[in-house]
C-alpha cells in the first residue's frame, strides 16, 4: 500500500467482511431503506446486458466471467442456478436473488462452482 502500512488480507477477513455487510444490509431493511444488494446486482446487470435486450443470456455471462478471471465454463453453472424460471434468460429479479443469497445466507459447499468458490 502506498501509506507504507503492509496489509495481507485472508479467507477469514472476507468472511467477517460478508457478515459485517450482511448485518449491514438487515439494519437497511429493517430502516426501510433500499438493498446496497440490489443496488450492486443492478449495476452488474447493466453491464452484463450487452444487447440491450433486458435479459442475460450465457454468452453475456461468459463476459463477467472472463472479467472476474473466472472459466468461462463457470457460466453454465452460474446460470442454470440462477435462471429460476428456466427460459434461458436471466431476468434482473434473478440475479438479484442470486446475489442476495450470496450475501446474506450462510455458506454452503453446493453452490461453490456457482459463486466461483472453486476457482
Not at 453453472?77 to 428456466?86: H, P
Not at 436471466?90 to 450462510?106: A, G, N, T
Request: net charge negative; glycine share 6%.
Amino acid at each position: 500500500l502506498s501509506s507504507g502500512i503492509n496489509a495481507e488480507y485472508g479467507r477469514e477477513d472476507w468472511v467477517e467482511a460478508n457478515r459485517v455487510f450482511a448485518e449491514a444490509e438487515r439494519e437497511r431493511e429493517r430502516r426501510g431503506e433500499g438493498s446496497l444488494i440490489a443496488l450492486l446486482s443492478n449495476a452488474y446487470y447493466d453491464v452484463l446486458d450487452d444487447d440491450g435486450d433486458g435479459t442475460v443470456d450465457v454468452e453475456e455471462l461468459k463476459t463477467m466471467m472472463k472479467a472476474f478471471d473466472v472459466p468461462q465454463e463457470a457460466a453454465y453453472t452460474f446460470f442454470q442456478k440462477a435462471d429460476t424460471d428456466k427460459t434461458g434468460k436471466l431476468e434482473r429479479p434473478e440475479l438479484v436473488h442470486l446475489f442476495r443469497k450470496f450475501w446474506m445466507e450462510p455458506y454452503d459447499p453446493q453452490w461453490d462452482g456457482v459463486y466461483a468458490y472453486k476457482y
